[in-house]
Every structure is written in structure tokens, then in C-alpha cells.
């Protein structure tokens, strides 16, 4: 039986494949998936006479568009634009757009066929997408930033809209970008609505939108520990990344009295095992989010270890919270964090292990929230600022994290459902996947072959 499952499982990768060459995210992405649900179609029948893991694996429109723009010396830059309407089956394409040089066709779609599911858990009407470009923020001005993104707008504008596609931030698209993009949209369509999320909180934006994602990680992670009769507090906890995700997580971990001890970068990372306290974080977010200086620059200012060019899996922790980017914990970086006492990895990043570290996790069975479960808190609170939008209201502070930290229960609780084991151990890998997918692949079969 086994044999034969994964048999089906290569057969269907070989297609995948086949038709999406040198995708490689992509398909690591769908393998991941496709592992867990075979088996679930097995007893399902339904899904697999009307081929949804086959509609689900093709997106429903790509788009790929010219982003010509002028530089601070007059000088013409051509980048790349994209984006990926993955699925509309439970409501509008929903997904951030990634502004990183590293960005291309295969990246995107492993983000958006994962934001499919992750929507779906969230239990709120959100359908599935992702966007970006191959354009780098990074040295480049204020003035750059914006004339890139108005050009980026200038073709994207004709294929969103709230009804429609709701693009966000993620990787290089935070507050900053997110006003000039709503700024041109605004402009070339004469429409004040809640095209995008993450707005300022002047003009549309939700609270909690900027916090939502690094608490909600962390908010997964207490809940998992909850399982074994434990919690947060007094843990040491290394993060990865210094950017939006993982400066909320730390503020989080602090709030439940866990010890945060690493941050990083793309240059290196930091350790400080005196702990990243609410000041010491105040001085991360200036210099990241205002700034737009290094990590390195923390260690100078606090005295503490910077170690150029790695990542800080080999540090001494009960908790690792992943929060930078892809397939960034390998399979000796997962056997060390192992090694080390390290018991729960909650990913606040998009696929931040690789395929055999997450089987080093789940071998010795230690609290593993993926990515597309644990992160989920961001395109939550997303999905909350569009009811808002909508409702023509804002909520407050308390009540929106109240509904975040409700929602990232109920998708543990998913997860616990779909992924509990005979012996008790929750397999929160198939728990994710399944539970997230049954929502989608219902609603496919309800309308019909599309
Ligand atoms: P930011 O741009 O705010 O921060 C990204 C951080 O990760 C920076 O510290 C950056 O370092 C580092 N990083 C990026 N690329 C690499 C790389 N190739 N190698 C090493 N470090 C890298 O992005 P976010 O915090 O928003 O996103 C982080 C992760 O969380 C991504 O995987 C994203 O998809 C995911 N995510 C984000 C959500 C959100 O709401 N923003 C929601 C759900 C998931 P450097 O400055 O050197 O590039
Ligand atoms: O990966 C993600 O979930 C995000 N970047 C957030 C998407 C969103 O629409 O808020």
C-alpha cells in the first residue's frame, strides 16, 4: 500500500514536472501537498474522478508584464512584473506580492499554490494568489521605490480589484510600498477601495495587519506546546530574519516571557543571549523598518556576537521560529537545532525548511508548525481588514487581535483534526494540507468543472 501511494505520488510529480520544468520551489511546494493528500483520496474518491489535485496544481490565470521605470540618474530599468491567480474557488485571489531580485515564475507559484491552502484554513473567504518582481529595494531611494512601483501598478491595476484579487506585502513590500502601489491604483481607476492590504491606518489599513503575522507564529507555537502541557514562557527562542515577520514574533515572545537570542539577515546573523528586549527591538525596527541598515549594526551597538554569513541554527534553543525565507534550515541545520534540546519549530517564513529536515522533525516527532498553518496569521488579519473595508468600519486593537488569536487556535484545531496520529502524535504537515484543502475541493466540485 505504501509502494503504491508513493507511486502515485511520483506519477503525479512526473506531470507536474513535466509541465512546469525548472520550477523547482514549485514543485517541492506540490510534492509536499500531494504527499499528504493521496493517501486522503484514497478514502475520497470524489476529488480524484474529478481531478482536482490535477486543477489544483495549474493556476487559473499567470500573469507576466514588462516594468519599465526610470532611475534617480534618468536612466531606463526594465524589471519583471507577475502575478499568480492561483485559485477563486472560496473567494477572491488573495496573496502578498515579493519584491526580491532572487524573484521568478517558480517562486511564485510555490507561494501561491500555498497560499491556497493557508486561506483556507484561515476559515475566511480568501482564495488563493501571489506577485512580485525581480526588482531589489535594496540601495535604492525613496524616489526609485516609488517610480518602480507606480510602473508596477500601471499594468497590474487592470487585473485586481476587491472583488477580484487582493494583493499585500511580503518580502521587500511593506508600508512603504503598499502607499505607492494604492496611491497609483487610486489614480488610474478613480476608486477609493480595498484593493490592497496593509494600508496605513489612516486610509483603510487594520490594526494588528503589520503585527499579525510574527504573533500569530508565535500564538501557533503556544498552542502546540499547550499539547504537551507546556508554553512560551521561559523559553529561549532563535528567529531568523529581521523583518516584519520576525520583529512582531520576537515582541510576542517577550509578551509571553520567552527569550529571544538570534536575529539575522541575507549578510549574517546575531546572537545575543541576553535576550532582544522591547528596547533592544525598538532599535531593530528603526533600523530595519526606517533605516534599512544591517543586522550586523545591532552587534556593534549591543556588544554581542554578529557571525557573518550563516544562520543561526547552530545556537542552543528550545524553539526555532524561522522567519526569513525558502528552504532556509537544511537537514544538518534541522539535526543540530535537534541536537541542541531545540522541540518546536513554528514557521513564520513560507517553506523555510527543506523536504529532509522536515522529516528529521518529523522522525523525532517534535511540534513542527509549517509554514502554511503557523504563518496563516498575516492573511488572517488581511482577510479582517478587508471586512472592515467592506463594513466601511475599523475595529479596535483588542478586538482584532482577539478574532487573530481566535483564528490561529481554530487552525491548530484544524490541524489537530485532519493530522492526529493512532499513538497521539500530531502530524501537523497532513493535518494543514488536508484540512486545507477539503474546503477548496469541495467548493471546486460545487461549481462545477472550471
Ligand atoms: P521582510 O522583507 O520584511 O524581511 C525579510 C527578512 O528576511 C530580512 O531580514 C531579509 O534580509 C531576510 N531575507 C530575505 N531573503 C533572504 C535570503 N534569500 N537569504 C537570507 N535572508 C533573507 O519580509 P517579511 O518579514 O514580510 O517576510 C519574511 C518571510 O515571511 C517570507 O518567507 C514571507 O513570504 C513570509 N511571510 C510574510 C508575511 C507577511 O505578512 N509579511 C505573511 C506570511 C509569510 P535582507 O534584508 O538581508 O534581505
Ligand atoms: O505569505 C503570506 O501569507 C503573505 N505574504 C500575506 C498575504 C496577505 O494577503 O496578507
Known sequence: MANLLEQKVDDFMAKVIAKNPAEVEFHQA????????????????????????????????????????????????????????????????????RFHPTVNLGILKFLAFEQVF?????????????????????????????????????ELFRHIGPNTDVPAGDIGVGGREIGFLFGQYKRLRNEFTGVLTGKGREWGGSLIRPEATGYGTVYFAEEMLKTRGDSMKGKIVAVSGSGNVAQYAVEKCNDYGAKCVTLSDSSGYIY????????????????????????????????????????PWGVKCDVALPCATQNEVNEEEAKTLIANGCFVVSEGANMPSVPEAIEVYLEKKILYGPGKAANAGGVAVSGLEMSQNSLRLSWTREEVDARLHQIMKDIHATCQKYGTQPDGFIHYVNGANIGGFVKVADSMLAQGLV
Not at 484514497?42 to 526610470?70: C, G, H, Q, T
Not at 493557508?118 to 524616489?143: A, C, E, R, V
Not at 531593530?284 to 556593534?300: D, F, P, S, T, W
Request: proline share 6%; hydrophobic share 35%.
Open 30 to 97: 506540490v510534492r509536499e501537498v500531494v504527499e499528504s493528500i493521496i493517501p486522503f483520496l484514497e478514502e475520497n474518491p470524489k476529488y480524484s474522478e474529478a481531478k482536482i489535485l490535477d486543477r489544483i496544481a495549474e493556476p487559473e490565470r499567470v500573469l507576466m508584464f514588462r516594468v519599465p521605470w526610470l532611475d534617480d540618474q534618468g536612466k531606463p530599468q526594465v524589471n519583471r512584473g507577475f502575478r499568480i491567480e492561483m485559485n477563486s474557488a472560496i473567494g477572491p485571489y488573495k496573496g502578498g506580492l
Open 118 to 154: 493557508k486561506n483556507s484554513l484561515t476559515t475566511l473567504p480568501m482564495g488563493g494568489g501571489k506577485g512580485g518582481s525581480d526588482f531589489d529595494p535594496k540601495g535604492k531611494s525613496d524616489n526609485e521605490v516609488m517610480k518602480f512601483t507606480q510602473s508596477f501598478m500601471s
Open 272 to 311: 545575543d543571549p541576553a535576550g532582544i528586549d522591547a528596547e533592544k527591538l525598538a532599535y531593530v525596527m528603526h533600523l530595519k523598518n526606517v533605516k534599512r541598515g544591517r543586522i550586523q549594526e545591532y552587534a556593534q551597538k549591543y556588544g554581542c556576537q554578529f557571525v557573518e554569513g550563516e544562520r
